[in-house]
């Protein structure tokens, strides 16, 4: 059983940057189907970055060109880059992990494991 832990939100202002880590430990994951998601107030939880073991990757239309999402299989860590942060990006953003060799794809369907989530506030 793989544990997920996501690391790097906070309170940032419009335009800003950060950089989110999901350490996994307890097995690899350099071949699983890697995702954020993210959950807003009152929102349901939506998919936002997917990455495969191919490091293909797949994004949320609304999110494509400011996220990026990458991995480090040596350090078995999932990152997410965003850039130009806007107030509407505000949520509670998770990792999750999905099945071995599965292609890039958004959606809950696709996973099945996640980390307890960490919160990112950004001010208008």
């Known amino acids: 059983q793989v544990q997920l832990v996501e690391s790097g939100g906070g309170l940032v202002q419009t335009g800003d940057s950060l950089r989110l880590s999901c350490a996994a430990t307890g097995r690899s994951i350099d071949t699983n189907l890697m995702g954020w998601f993210r959950q807003a107030p009152g929102k349901e939880r939506e998919s936002v970055a997917a990455i495969d073991w191919r490091d293909t990757t797949s994004y949320l239309d609304s999110v494509t060109g400011r996220f990026t999402i990458s991995r480090d299989n040596f350090k078995n860590t999932l990152y997410l880059q965003i850039n130009s942060l806007k107030p509407e990006d505000t949520a509670v953003y998770y990792c999750?992990?999905?099945?071995?060799?599965?292609?890039?794809?958004?959606?809950?369907?696709?996973?099945?494991?996640w980390g307890q989530g960490t919160q990112v506030t950004v001010s208008s």
């Open positions: 999750a992990v999905g099945a071995i060799g599965t292609p890039a794809a958004l959606g809950l369907n696709f996973f099945d494991s």
